[in-house]
């Protein structure tokens, strides 16, 4: 996936964008969190020194070491000392996603959440359709999986780096940062049911939908797929969250 992977370079670069003015630290942090529990930084990832992570985000050096010492605490960064040593990303486990937050939430916010999320993958997907070159577009072919392909880790990594590339075909920071947001808040949950094998290979086609429709600059397609995704996957997710909470 070398090429899909360099398709998020946007998303990367919108991560370590400048930081605004208020509460710092905070936002650095929130804005690494979000970016781990996404998968734009993924489990293993080397993050810049914290002298480089102030000069990329515009803040004092000890902004970074503060939201640092906040992701450790969290357990999203470890932190190793010595030759080869630096803060590498710690990814949640899938299952801790499940039973820390899909257990808790109430249907009304599952589905207040669905929507919201729909309204901005749905957007992305416009003005991918609309902006993305065509050699932008070809890359995306990486993240379409075999439909054999029976590894779920390798379907989920798949879906989210899928949807934060359209993202970053939209040619908005912001946009993109709001997409890494929605994806660390929600998109880990609504890959839940692609555990389930008649899941994956409904996501499967409409994955290679949404990508056929980018190539041909069909707007209202691209929408329609991302809208009949998120819908699917909210309804097997609703029926999840129903037993998981019994």
Known sequence: ????????????????????????AVRVENRLAEAIRSG?????????SELELAQMLGVATVTAREALVSLRAQGLVVTTRGR???SFVRAPEPG???????ATMSRVELRDRASLYQVVLTGCAELAAERAAPD???DLHDLLLPADEEDVGRWRDAESELYLSVAALTQSARLTREVV??????GTLLRVPLSESDFR??????????VAALEAGDV???RTSVRDHVAHAVERLTEIHEVVRQ
């Not at 734009?40 to 810049?48: E, H, W």
């Not at 801790?96 to 899909?102: A, F, P």
């Not at 290979?201 to 949404?210: E, M, T, V």
């Open 1 to 24: 996936m070398a090429k899909a992977r360099a398709t998020t370079s946007r998303a990367r670069s919108a991560i370590f964008a400048p930081i605004g003015d208020e509460g710092r």
């Open 40 to 48: 734009v930084l993924a489990d293993g990832d080397r993050l810049p």
């Open 84 to 86: 080869g040593g630096g």
């Open 96 to 102: 801790d996603v499940v039973k820390g937050r899909l």
């Open 136 to 138: 932008e577009v070809e």
């Open 181 to 186: 947001r929605q994806e660390a808040d929600f």
């Open 201 to 210: 290979q409904a996501s499967g086609g409409r994955h290679r939908a949404l």
């Open 220 to 222: 209202a397609a691209a």
